[in-house]
């Protein structure tokens, strides 16, 4: 491997890193912290999925990228930079905000800090599907959901152990620095020249009428419904069946950080041996069971194998959504493109963590992990039209 390679691939592991810190925060830890200032979980839910909604509206961020060459220093690090201190000035400014007092004002401050998340996440996809050669995607993609997993891991357990040795304005100022680190690799990696053939046009969107394509955007609406909604209710689940403490609660999430580091590095490499029908189908059977196990738990000691296992299903599942959107991307619109089938996943992310919030509300966490569970055999059907011959991955 050369140097611009390694230089690349170190780049996109460390921003999916910061991705991972403030996605797993907002996923699996955000719910402790605002259940200590008495909010209750369908608040909770409607502040997850508002403040989410970037990771939808990015959409329109990809179109921009795509277009418009910033200033004139390219089409995608100055967008990364701007959203990496945009995430960071949002992370320092949150501690300060009293959720009981000013929950709208906090909601807003989450939203605009995940703004700058979804500026560098998908300016980040465009320069990796800019630079990326087509025997190579699963390798980048397995990088970059295995680095998004250290930030989850980094940051759980950082969570979990500032929360309770010193206090949550610490877990927001070690948010705000992991959020900076990748910069430096950002400012010295240089951006290649667009080659004519992949300028902008707008009649590319016309892929998104096949039905391969839509077929896919439904997978990952399904997929992330079930992992995002599940995954937010784990630790509250234990927290309040069993007891668990703020730290122990971090180390939950932590162990299911590092199974999905686990599956993202592994799961680009299966997949290229056993094909991603296969490959999705066994996440998504892994992801039915654990889920369901997660529901029957009898004590916190049975859950750190269970966590690790859907851990290890999501980043899966993850790798190969992912490696196969990349290569049904058009590269005229690729960060646009890309941009919306990660968007469209992550109206999943906000059905699942609204839905979880109300329903474990209505009918427990039981019955909650049961149904998610069972949200799985939805996806069966879909798989054929994604993955049939004439312009389906394989």
Known sequence: MNGKKRLRYATFSLLYFAQGSILGYFTALNAIYLRSFGISMSQIGIFSAVALMPLILKIFLGMWSDRVNLFGLGYRKPYIILGLLIQAGGQLIFPWINPS?????????????????????????????????????????GIMVAGRALGIVLISATVGVLSELANWNAVFLSLAVMTIIPIPLVLILKEPSRPPGRTFKWSAFQ??????????????????????????LVNPFLQETFGISY???????????????????????????????????????????????IALIPNPLLAWPLVFLFGLAYGYFETVYF?????KTDMRIAASMFAILMAVANIGSGIGLAGGGFLSDLIGYQWTFILFACLNLLALPLLPVIFRKNGGAT
């Open 101 to 141: 007092e000013s929950f709208v004002l906090l909601t807003i401050v989450a939203f605009i800090s995940l703004t700058g998340m979804a500026m560098y996440d998908t300016c980040t996809d465009g320069f990796a599907l800019d630079t990326t050669p087509p025997e190579d995607e699963g390798t980048v993609q």
């Open 207 to 232: 892929a998104f009428g096949k039905r391969q394509i839509i077929a896919l955007g439904l997978l990952g609406i399904l997929g992330f419904i079930i992992t995002s909604g599940a995954n937010q």
């Open 247 to 293: 730290m122990e609660a971090g180390f939950y999430a932590a162990v299911w950080g590092l199974g999905i580091i686990l599956g993202g590095i592994t799961g680009g490499r299966l997949t290229d041996r056993i094909g991603h029908p296969r490959s999705i189908k066994g996440a998504i059977f892994t992801s039915l069971i654990t889920v369901f196990l």
């Open 323 to 327: 490696a196969t959107s990349m290569g």
